[in-house]
């Protein structure tokens, strides 16, 4: 079976289904904290889960016979910021007990996301490479870069089959925006479609690297079904598909609804955005297990738009 940590999550709520498409539902275990999330699992099996209990984690795993967990449940960069010393528990403590429960159960596989939040005010900003300077200063930045040396290290010295990948901000239509110093790139749509004007709290030139949903997805199952032996890059790997400011996603957007009307009000996520790479250099994910995205910023937006409308929170 396999376990879902935190599937009610922007990722999750997307991973959970393509999972439960490809493996069966009644193959699939997704875990939320909140019982309102039951609703959204009607496709596999749904159970409460909070991470931090590690005695209900423990008796779910044996009792489902779980082979593969995916850990998806983080306190993303923003929402770090307001609470650091809660965004570090759950972020690090839970990965923790992940990688344990893995070693002590032989699991078969581990997903764990990082992020290119991993990357900090002095590392090369065009074109970031797999290995760099990285000095994070968020809090969620500093779980990420903690967790991918935890990660190598319960691979080396355990041989604890866990793999990563370092998402770029992750949009995509069907979850609504998060704690993410990206997703006014989540939320920009909706006001476009709501026919109101959209307050932007990063400036109009602030170029982050990003990633259409589906591409995410494409991504994580790639690297999970890749022969281990090719998975070389045990830390995290860099992965990317596009990079845009503000400006290019609302010009985007005209194209298909010409009065919508953008501010740039910067708040104090722009900081946050300021420490992280312009674009990504992810030629390692290329090389090692043949990565490919599809989506560029007009063919997301066409699909995000055609979809938005009629999808039902
Ligand atoms: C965030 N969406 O903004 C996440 C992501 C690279 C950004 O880690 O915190």
Redesign the pocket.
Known sequence: KILVIGAAG?LGSELTKSLSDLYGGEQVIATDLNESARSKFDYCKFEVLDIMDKEAARKLVKSENVKQIYHLAAV???T?EKNPLFAWDLNMDSLLFVLEIAKEFKLDKVYWPS???VFGPNTPKVNTPQYCVKEPNTV?GIS?QAGERWCEYYFQKFNVDVRSLR????IGYKSLP??????YAVDIYHKALAGEKFNCFLREDSY??MMYMPDAIKATLDLMHAPTDTVKIRSSYNLSSMSFAPKEIYQSILKHIPDFQIEYKPDFRQA?ADS?PDSIDDSHATKDWGWQPEYDLDKMTEDILKNLPNYKF
């Not at 998402?167 to 992750?170: E, F, I, M, V």
């Not at 998060?178 to 997703?183: A, F, I, N, Q, R």
């Open positions: 922007q993303l960069s923003a770090g992020s290119i939040a969620y990420k998402y770029p901000g992750l998060g704690g993410g110093t990206t997703d982050l690297p946050i992280w």
